[in-house]
């Protein structure tokens, strides 16, 4: 039996992209990943990040904004970043097997309507195309 694949998504909050970048892999590949999200400076998660997972489908119980030092000395196999920012402050993490570094726009200062909508899609869109290549090897 092989252990699933462990991917922690590190943005700067940990309340609306790491948090949707979380849930969505857990949507997608359940029997194959294990999910986390963290945040270098954390707040609470965005209440508009977790309805839209919700208008998707997606189960949002036990999502909740941690600390990147919750994760200390945990070995992941990936670790994602979703911004710039936490992908120049978190080059280096010990315990991460492979780094990524996703950059999308912050839906809580985009003036679009649908902003976190949006950020969802893509960011759905990305977790999709990551579980089919890292799957395929």
């Not at 694949?5 to 979380?22: D, G, H, K």
């Not at 998660?45 to 994760?71: C, H, I, N, W, Y």
Request: glycine letters at 6%.
């Amino acid at each position: 039996m092989t252990s699933k694949t462990r991917v922690l998504f590190l943005c700067v909050a940990n309340s609306a992209r790491s948090q949707m970048a979380e849930a969505l892999l857990r949507h997608t590949d359940p029997d194959g990943y294990e999910a986390f999200s963290a945040g270098t400076l954390p707040n609470e998660v965005d209440p508009r990040a977790r309805m839209a997972l919700e208008q998707l489908g997606v189960v949002t119980d036990g999502l909740r904004s941690k600390s990147l030092d919750e994760f200390a000395g945990e070995h992941f196999d990936y670790v994602i970043t979703l911004c710039d920012k936490a992908a120049f402050e978190c080059s280096t993490l010990p315990g991460a097997g492979e780094y990524l570094a996703w950059n999308f726009a912050d839906p809580a200062t985009n003036q679009q309507a649908n902003a976190y909508k949006h950020t969802l899609h893509e960011i759905h869109e990305r977790i999709k195309m990551f579980v089919l290549v890292k799957s395929k090897r």
